[in-house]
């Protein structure tokens, strides 16, 4: 029997590094929604949309779904650090996209983020909520985010 049935998955890595204390790590699943579904598939087309380049975290709490397009309350969008092809379970089976808010830049109660392929508007891909983060101005929030095609 053939299995012709892609799924996609995303894993968030947090790592909130204090001058002051030992770094905070939270890991959590994410949602690829609609406007991020219909992203891959006009890339697997050709080259109109642009890639994803830029992350944003934000102070909103409702719960992702598919139809989001955008953060809750967006306190600060960067551009992504770094984008790589890596491997998970198949050679070459996921992308990975990091992120660094340095101090400074969206610090308050985060919880929420999602990655865009503009510095302020955008297609997003992927939106996650997750329990608060607290920043402050001399923290810095790296991250790292990775989305999983698997059969």
Known sequence: MINDKLSMKGNVKFVLSSPDKKDQVIEIKNLVVDTGLAYIASR????????????????????????????????????????????????????????????????????????????TAGTMLCRTVFPVINKGQYDTLTVTWKITIEP
Do not use: C, W
């Open 44 to 119: 697997m087309k050709d080259t109109t949309d642009a890639v994803m380049t830029h992350m944003a975290i934000g102070a909103g709490t409702t719960a992702a779904a598919g139809a989001d397009t955008a953060l809750g309350s967006e306190l600060a969008r960067v551009a992504l650090t770094s984008t790589t092809i890596v491997t998970t379970t198949v050679a070459d089976d996921a992308i990975q996209y990091v992120a660094t808010f340095l101090p400074g830049t969206g610090t308050g109660a985060v919880t929420e983020a999602g990655t865009f392929n503009d510095s």
